[in-house]
């Protein structure tokens, strides 16, 4: 049986470019893009497409940090920190499609079951901050 683990993420919440009326979530340390028709719905499938990819690596036996975004999303990442402001989740602004989020999303396993299986990761918990600028 494994212990549990806290795994915490970086994504990276805009306007889908090409779908009217969409949202992006990519998640930074997983290299794992999903999309929402809302910021709060693109979150929500981040949660569920992290926690998805957590799962199948451990009950591969992989680590699920081998998988990372490319260097320059990371860039990207940083500049938008650097003029963003912290927002609760909440707050965000669906309409506001000239603004990009960042959030940060902590997700625990639990330990295996008996038969060796991975339990879902618990709820995650949210941090957001709202930039200003579509284009960091």
Request: glycine fraction near 2%; proline fraction near 9%; charged fraction near 30%.
């Amino acid at each position: 049986m494994s212990e549990s683990r806290i795994y915490n993420f970086h994504a990276m919440m805009r306007p889908a470019e090409d779908l009217p009326d969409q949202w992006t979530a990519h998640v930074l340390e997983l290299d794992v893009v999903t999309q929402g028709d809302s910021p709060v719905h693109a979150a929500r499938m981040a949660d569920e497409a992290a926690a998805m990819v957590i799962a199948e690596d451990i009950g591969a036996g992989r680590d699920p940090l081998d998988r990372r975004a490319p260097e320059s999303f990371w860039e990207e990442l940083y500049r938008c920190l650097r003029v963003s402001t912290p927002i609760e989740m909440g707050d965000i602004d669906e309409k506001d499609r000239a603004c990009w989020y960042v959030f940060l999303l902590e997700l625990a396993t639990a330990p295996e079951d008996d038969n060796d299986r991975p339990a879902p990761p618990r709820k995650p918990v949210r941090v957001a901050w709202a930039s200003e600028h579509a284009s960091p």
